[in-house]
């Protein structure tokens, strides 16, 4: 099965590839650039061939690839004389060379558009209506009431769920005031919620509200479900003999009989086999606001699906930035960056879980992680950093100012290339490291 991870690790980074280059490619051509070498991957080549003008070649490393266009500070001067140096990127005007270079980021977005599309049309979006009002809570008190639809969440706007998960994840809750809009009958409300410190027992896993079967695919490092031998992948069918098919049949079990200090007996399913585990739940303490909203999928229409395919690619782009964000503020830190064996890793998590619920579902995951990795692609090849599409764009916009070119601008490359390939064995060390 690693065998076929790999695999597919493998051709979702060769269309990520394929696409951010054939950006690239297809505006070089649109401008008279002589594209010298498409190439998918680096290193030796494993096949090439050649039409027209151009050598089409496939790369030992898959990581990677390149539209070699034709430049005259990276030829000799006796190939200078047989080269139609007009058709060279350097000879283009700013404005030609800025789309060849914006091209290939904007392909990336686009392909994650058209992800989206699939994904969305085919599962839809996760809307975000309240679920559950806590009795007594300080959400019941501020007024929510069960089905009320979050629109603005501290002053961001909402439109899926997970943009309230991703707010919570850069904020985290505390005793601050929490801001909220929701609509209520076509109606637009505003209130505030001030979070409540709530001591609780656990057993270390967090599950969805919905009809699906509870499948463990986050467990608390050092929790007790983990700590007792229960396994990502696992799927939860019964609490203390209770038998449990859904998530909302768990919640209801748990609203019934709250964790107390006493053991607990949980009842998982893995690979068709069931096993009983014996754990004592944990305290914890943390700030809640009383309710709970969707986090599951419900269909749209085809418009729907258009439009919440623009939100989409609009939350992956900002859970990049945000998390960006998160890096200058040490709320993370580089250690929590994933290269490509990373990825290979989480594709591999990917195809285990969706495995069980079929060959539809496996592409979907697949389409989703692809989407998020070709957004994600396109936002970091956008930083205004030498040897990246926007450190390119950046010595344009420079010379749109000062209306002349950046000297040695080559050198800046080289030497932003030269780091981010450092970067880059860091982090491919740091991921072979997290796999043991």
Known sequence: ???????????????????????????????????????????????????????????????????????????????????????????????????????????????AFVL???????????????????????????GLKEGDIITEYNGTGITISR???????????????????YERDGKEYETTITPEYIERYIIGFSYSLTKEE????????????????????????????????????????????PLTGENVTVTVSRDGKEEDYSVTPMVTGSYSLGFNYNESRVKTSALGVLKYSCVEVGYQVSTVFKSLGMLFTGQVTVKDFSGPVGIVDYIDTAYKESKPDGALYIFL????????????????????????????????????????PVKHEEYFHLAGMILLMIFAVFILFQDIFKLF
């Open 1 to 111: 099965m690693v065998i076929l991870s790999i695999l597919l690790a493998l051709i979702v980074f060769s269309i990520l590839v394929f696409i951010h280059e054939f950006g690239h490619f297809l505006l070089a051509k649109k401008n008279g650039v002589k594209v010298i070498e498409f190439s998918i991957g680096f290193g030796p080549r494993l096949f090439s061939f050649d039409k027209g003008e151009t050598k089409y070649s496939f790369k030992i490393i898959p990581f990677g690839g390149a539209c070699q266009m034709l430049n005259k500070d990276m030829i000799s001067e006796e190939e200078m004389k047989k080269e139609d140096l007009s058709r060279s990127f350097e000879s283009k005007s700013v404005w030609a060379r800025m789309s060849i270079v914006l091209a290939g980021p904007i392909f990336n977005f686009i392909l």
């Open 116 to 142: 989206a599309i699939i994904v969305i049309g085919t599962v839809g979006y996760d809307k975000p209506v309240v679920t559950n009002v806590g009795e007594g809570s300080s959400a019941m008190e501020a």
């Open 163 to 181: 943009q309230i998960v991703l707010e919570d994840f850069v904020n985290p809750l505390s005793d601050k005031p929490v801001q909220i809009k």
């Open 214 to 257: 509870v499948k463990l695919s986050k467990l608390v490092k050092g929790g007790p479900l983990a700590n007792a031998g229960v396994k990502e992948g696992d799927i939860i069918v019964g609490i203390n003999g209770t038998k449990i098919s859904n998530g909302e049949e768990l919640n209801e079990y748990f609203t019934k009989n």
């Open 365 to 404: 995951n697949i389409a989703n992680l692809t989407m998020l990795l070709s957004a994600n692609l396109g936002v970091m090849n956008l930083l205004p950093i030498p040897g990246l599409d926007g450190g390119r764009f950046l010595f344009q916009v420079i010379e749109v100012i000062f209306r002349r």
